[in-house]
Every structure is written in structure tokens, then in C-alpha cells.
């Protein structure tokens, strides 16, 4: 069956950078044709998109936009988010998903703080 691992959250200070993984298995087709995505729940608030990426596009939230960064390995089935000048606004749970289930990650904590 499929499965999303997602990995990389930390406590990091404002202004610094942290990189998620998310491997993916289970898959039925080539791994580069899927789109994926990452999305992120704060507390309290809607679990929003923050970047998505599919072959030949990448799309960013206007929030993340210039300072984060969506990747992907498909020797490796895994799909990177890099995270810079992060802020406070930017802690919350990140979750990689792949829209064709929908099937989810089970989330990584990022937390930015002094």
C-alpha cells in the first residue's frame, strides 16, 4: 500500500533553515509523474497548502514564496521541502501529501522559536 514518511521538523530560531523529508512507497506508477505536496496546520487554524510540485511545475504559497523551497529526488521516491528565514508564523505540524489518493504523511513538527 502507499506510504508517506515524513521527517526533518525541529525547533529552530527565527532567521534559521531546516530541510523535511518525505519518502514515499507504494506507488503504482513512475514516482516523477505523481504531483506532491506539502501542507501545514498551525494550532487552531485550517491545514493550508505551502508548496506543491509535479512534472514541470512548482507552485508556492504567497506566505513561503522566496524563502521556501519544494524538491524532488525520483531516484529516491522522495520529495524535500527547504525552509529559509524561517519565522514564528511558519511553526506548525507539515504534512507531505499526494492529492491522487488522497493519501497523507503523518506529520513533522516544525517549531521557530527564540
Known amino acids: 500500500q502507499v506510504q508517506l514518511v515524513d521527517s526533518g521538523g525541529d525547533l529552530v530560531q527565527p532567521g534559521g533553515s531546516l530541510r523535511l523529508s518525505c519518502v514515499a512507497s507504494?506507488?503504482?506508477?513512475?514516482?516523477?509523474?505523481?504531483?506532491m505536496r506539502w501542507y501545514r496546520q498551525a494550532p487552531g487554524l485550517e491545514r493550508e497548502l505551502v508548496a506543491r510540485?509535479?512534472?514541470?511545475?512548482?507552485n508556492y504559497a504567497d506566505s513561503v514564496q522566496g524563502r521556501f523551497s519544494i524538491s524532488r529526488d525520483n531516484t529516491k521516491n522522495t520529495v524535500y521541502l527547504q525552509m529559509n528565514r524561517l519565522k514564528s508564523e511558519d511553526t506548525a505540524v507539515y504534512y507531505c501529501?499526494?492529492?491522487?489518493?488522497?493519501?497523507w504523511g503523518q506529520g513533522t513538527q516544525v517549531t521557530v522559536s527564540s
Open positions: 510540485i509535479g512534472p514541470g511545475y512548482v
Open positions: 507504494g506507488f503504482t506508477f513512475d514516482f516523477k509523474s505523481y504531483d
Open positions: 501529501m499526494a492529492p491522487h489518493g488522497p493519501y
